[in-house]
Each structure stands twice: as C-alpha cells, then as structure tokens.
Nanobody
C-alpha cells in the first residue's frame, strides 16, 4: 500500500501564496505521473496540475496557468504545488494523486491523499 499525505494548506488573503506538499510513503517500487486536484463545496473534483515521471512535462488547468507551479522531488517521493496570486475562486480542498507500483510485478495503481483545505478570502 501507498500513503499520500498533503500539507501546507491554510487561509490566506487574495493575492497571497501557499505551497502545498504531498509526501508518498509505503511500499513504493516506482512512481509515474503525479498531480493535484481540487474540490470546492458543491462542485465536482477538478484537475489542477500534473507532472510526469522525471518532471520534464507539466500540465495545468487553464484557471491556474501562470499562477501555480507543480514540481517533484523523486528522492523524497514528494510533489509540490506552489500557488501564487491566489483568488477566492481557488478556495477548495486540494488532493494529491499519483500512479504507483509496489513491486516489479504489480500493476500501476492510482492513490489519493486525504486532502488539505485552502481558503482564500477577498
């Protein structure tokens, strides 16, 4: 099993910044794509940002392009989300996700963290 634990959420005023971290632990053999999603009250969970294995390719939702930056440290099994110029519309629970294998013979499985709350006030 793989556990993902997010941290770094909190409350900030519009225009401020936060940096989310997501540390993976457990029976990790290899990690592929990792990413962040968010879910605001009454809304469906939506994609925010993704990063491929090695970190050379990133992808962002249009709503966060130019403001958010995703990165990863494979030595620490950790993915980050730097969020700048935050807006009230960014208020949501942010979830970390990734594709992991627990052994040479296991399939790739998708795991999710428990989420961290980000609240942006105007």
């Amino acid at each position: 099993q793989v556990q993902l634990v997010e941290s770094g959420g909190g409350s900030v005023q519009a225009g401020g910044s936060l940096r989310l971290s997501c540390a993976a632990s457990g029976s990790i053999f290899s990690i592929d794509t990792m990413g962040w999603y968010r879910q605001a009250p009454g809304n469906q969970r939506e994609f925010v940002a993704g990063i491929n294995s090695g970190g050379g390719i990133t992808n962002y939702a249009d709503s966060v392009k130019g403001r958010f930056t995703i990165s990863r440290d494979d030595a620490k099994n950790t993915v980050y989300l730097q969020m700048n110029s935050l807006k009230p519309g960014d208020t949501a629970v942010y979830y970390c996700t990734g594709l992991f294998r627990t052994s040479t013979w296991s399939p790739w499985n998708n795991y999710w963290g428990q989420g961290t709350q980000v609240t942006v006030s105007s």
